[in-house]
């Protein structure tokens, strides 16, 4: 059983920087895709970003340019370093796996969800 463990949400004001991490323990974390997804009040969850167990990466066009993620195979981890925050980036932020497929770009490819870290940007 894959577990999840976010940390590194907060507020900020507009322009301002977070990074947040995710903490895997359970599986082969070097073996498996990771991705991160949020989900604002009242819209469903959405795709952000993810990275495959050999460092490919993909993002959502909303934050392209804006947020890095990256991994760390050696501390079981993988990061989100979410710059030029804008207000609609509002959300509880989930990192997830899908250990069934290469890497986990959309809710029905994910097995494992973390509990969520809220990341607040204030105008």
């Known amino acids: 059983q894959v577990q999840l463990v976010e940390s590194g949400g907060g507020l900020v004001q507009a322009g301002g920087s977070l990074r947040l991490s995710c903490a895997a323990s359970g599986g082969t974390f070097s073996r498996y895709g990771m991705g991160w997804f949020r989900q604002a009040p009242g819209k469903e969850r959405e795709f952000v970003a993810a990275?495959?167990?050999?460092?490919?990466?993909y993002y959502a066009d909303s934050v392209k340019g804006r947020f890095t993620i990256s991994r760390d195979n050696a501390k079981n981890t993988v990061y989100l370093q979410m710059d030029s925050l804008k207000p609609g980036d509002t959300a509880v932020y989930y990192c997830?796996?899908?250990?069934?497929?290469?890497?986990?770009?959309?809710?029905?490819?994910?097995?494992?969800w973390g509990q969520g870290t809220q990341v607040t940007v204030s105008s």
């Open positions: 997830a796996t899908g250990p069934r497929v290469y890497i986990p770009t959309s809710r029905s490819q994910v097995d494992y």
């Open positions: 990275i495959t167990w050999n460092g490919g990466i």
